[in-house]
């Protein structure tokens, strides 16, 4: 053999080595980014009870198949607990393994052109398609594209078991990859058609799919977890999950990879159209030319590939961009073999010099729209922004590293950024609380038809068997739609935690959306406070000031917290809406004067969920008489002069004393989000 043919060998596979390179270096500034998504998040959380020892869905729960959250469990094992470094280097490692499986595809149907180009489009697509924060993060679904593109290659081969093995893989990794089984089995009933059906390879297909999947079963059924893996992985899916969405958002989600495609690479989707257009012709003629029937279990696995993984991705219904990671495999490959067919094409034309030009111009066009996504990739690979870091960060800084604690919200990130474990095996509330992302978020929909029967019994046994360090509530902002679920809406978590534990920082933390707390020192049970939510402590630093001894408030009810700093050379009052202050007065007050308002930070305009207005209230009460001697009602997003401090005075009845509160509501819509609100320089003026 020549050096020339040996280098014409081994050209393809370098290519392929310096497109996988490609992927590492364009994806390596990232890797150290803390989370890109939620399920990133899960995962990590999940992976480090499975580390503790414990089982998926019995100790650590989530819906999607067990795949995935043990692949997680054995790199943390392997790299260290928490490495998002390593889990993002393994979400690049699986996308060079899907452009390995699909150049070797490509070569095995067409020739190293059409693999080359499958693994080219792949590799842009995989990073330069997405949204960032789904293109990036270690999703369940590279799993399944990289399983579903070796069982593909090796059912073309032959290996019929190996490839239901990898298909049972990937419907592990996440249950719609169930369809992806129809690809191989389309291809054998196709084959049923021109002769007899050949049993030995459904069977050896349908065996090596279950030989996974039993192993599995017989492993939770070992640790008792059997009926926590169906109802979670199955059960939930079926009641819960799937029915917030209809067939029509079904059926209308399956246009989004289009979109997305028609946007950046329109070249790159003609031809993929193209493609799997004339395979279909080709499958569907009756009479079709000599040794052109060869190629027709190819085009039938590749069109049935196509169609399936389509399906699975839409099958949530939710449109959500990396569910169709799924679909990318079977796409790239159908527009390879389109592109790698183009120069052939224009030489059978009858003025080959003019259509070879042409081919060669749309060849280069579609290289351009792949160099221009790369570049815009990686300008838009920006960390997401998270406001649960601060808080993360206080929780590691005040805790020991084997101190575990509980997050009230659909926020895992804080197990992840704080390094401590989950006390419960619900790393995510929304089981306990209905919610059913993102669907039934509006603020009046009632959510307890989705709550899992006994998950909130559950949880409290498992907190008062092992009491956490810190609790975090995420209802006292927007985060992730939790502003609808305040610890009131499950008030035996609100008695354990009146009960155990202490308000932390809340003038730090509840600006930023999060109410924390703390375990008390001791242990000790507090006394119960009726009348106030708020202890007697924090009660204690919210006195109005008066010519004398300061006004201590009887009661304060505040479920997103209350407390009094020193800012801007003001006296505040922080009192996240809704809040009540209730104080006693003295004989002989005759007026209140101060400022009230609402945190610039609530209606910037990089807020997220901005405040939608508040409203302040001065009341006097006396026996039967009961006034309104302020009512205000504050939108600074929509109106200048609501904005900052705003001054008031209000005179109470001659002699009278009573009782004084002051009240700030979320507004007329009920909304609370980003309610940041305060009493300013209070001041109690009396006759003397």
């Not at 197990?415 to 009046?444: C, E, H, K, M, Q």
């Not at 009146?498 to 507090?526: I, K, M």
């Not at 006004?551 to 209350?562: E, I, L």
Request: charged share 15%; proline share 7%.
């Amino acid at each position: 053999m020549t050096g020339s043919s040996r280098f014409s060998r081994w050209l393809p596979w370098l290519t392929l080595a310096v497109l996988a390179a490609g992927v590492f270096a364009l994806r390596w500034p990232t890797f150290g980014f803390r989370v890109w998504n939620v399920d990133e998040a899960i995962h990590a959380a999940v992976a480090r009870s499975l580390l503790d020892g414990g089982v998926l869905y019995r100790d650590a729960v989530d819906q999607r198949t067990p795949l995935s959250y043990y692949a997680v469990a054995a790199l943390f094992k392997i790299a260290g607990a928490n490495n998002v470094w390593a889990m993002h280097a393994l979400a690049a490692a699986l996308i060079a393994a899907t452009m390995s499986g699909l150049f070797l595809l490509g070569r095995r149907w067409r020739g190293p052109g059409t693999g080359l180009w499958a693994a080219l489009l792949f590799a842009v697509c995989s990073t330069a398609l997405f949204y960032p924060g789904d293109a990036y993060a270690l999703n369940t679904e590279w799993f399944v594209a990289a399983f579903t593109a070796w069982a593909a290659l090796a059912f073309a081969r032959g290996a019929d078991a190996t490839a239901g093995a990898l298909l049972g893989l990937a419907f592990l990794s996440k249950q719609p990859a169930l369809l992806d089984l129809g690809a191989p089995l389309a291809v054998l009933a196709y084959g049923a058609l021109r002769g007899p059906l050949r049993w030995t390879r459904v069977a050896a297909l349908l065996a090596g799919f279950a030989a996974p999947v039993a192993l599995t079963l017989l492993y939770f059924a070992a640790h008792g977890a059997l009926a926590d893996l169906r109802f979670y992985a199955w059960d939930y899916n079926l009641r819960y999950y799937g029915p917030e969405v209809g067939t029509a958002d079904r059926f209308l989600s399956a246009g989004k990879p289009f979109q997305l495609l028609g946007v950046h690479y329109p070249l790159v989707l003609a031809a993929a159209v193209l493609a799997a257009g004339v395979a279909l012709f080709r499958v569907v003629q009756r009479r079709p030319e000599p040794g052109e029937e060869a190629d027709h279990p190819a085009f039938v696995y590749l069109l049935a590939w196509g169609a399936t993984s389509l399906a699975g991705a839409a099958a949530g219904g939710r449109g959500y961009e990396h569910y169709y990671i799924q679909f990318l495999p079977a796409f790239c490959l159908a527009a390879a073999l389109g592109l790698d067919a183009l120069p052939g094409w224009a030489q059978a034309r009858r003025n080959p010099m003019y259509w070879r030009s042409l081919a060669l111009l749309v060849l280069a066009l579609v290289l351009v729209q792949l160099g221009r996504g790369v570049v815009r990739s990686r300008a838009e690979a920006q960390q997401p922004a998270d406001p649960s870091v601060r808080v993360a960060a206080y929780i590691r800084e005040h805790s020991r590293a084997d101190d575990r604690i509980f997050v009230w919200g659909y926020h895992p990130d804080i197990y992840l950024f704080a390094d401590r474990r989950p006390a419960s095996r619900f790393v995510y509330a929304s089981f306990l609380s209905g919610l059913i992302p993102w669907t039934n978020i509006a603020p009046d929909r009632d959510t307890r038809y989705a709550v899992v029967p006994g998950a909130r019994e559950t949880l409290l046994r498992e907190l008062a068997a092992n009491p956490p360090a810190f609790i975090v509530d995420c209802s006292a902002g927007p985060n992730r739609f939790w502003q609808k679920y305040p610890l009131e809406t499950f008030p035996a978590l609100l008695d354990f935690v009146r009960a155990r534990y202490q308000l932390a920082e809340p003038g730090q933390f509840v600006p930023q959306g999060f109410r924390l707390f703390a375990l008390r020192p001791d242990g000790a049970p507090a006394a119960p406070a009726p009348a106030a939510w708020l202890p007697p402590e924090a009660l204690a630093k919210l006195a109005i000031r008066l010519v004398g001894p300061p006004v201590q408030p009887t009661r304060a009810v505040a479920p997103h917290g209350a407390d009094f700093i020193q800012t801007g050379g003001r006296a505040e009052y922080f009192a996240h809406a809704p809040s009540e202050l209730a104080y006693p007065l003295p004989a002989g007050t005759t007026a209140l004067r101060g400022g009230f308002g609402i945190r610039a930070a609530a209606y910037a305009a990089d807020n997220p969920a901005p405040t939608d207005g508040a409203e302040f209230i001065v009341r006097w009460r006396s026996g039967s008489d009961d006034r309104i001697l302020l009512r205000r009602l504050l939108r600074p997003r929509d109106e200048a002069a609501d904005r900052g401090v705003q001054a008031f005075r209000v005179e109470f009845p001659a002699g009278a004393g009573g009782e004084l509160v002051l009240i700030i509501d979320p507004g007329p819509a009920g909304n609370a989000a980003s309610d940041w609100t305060f009493w300013t320089d209070l001041l109690l003026e009396t006759a003397r």
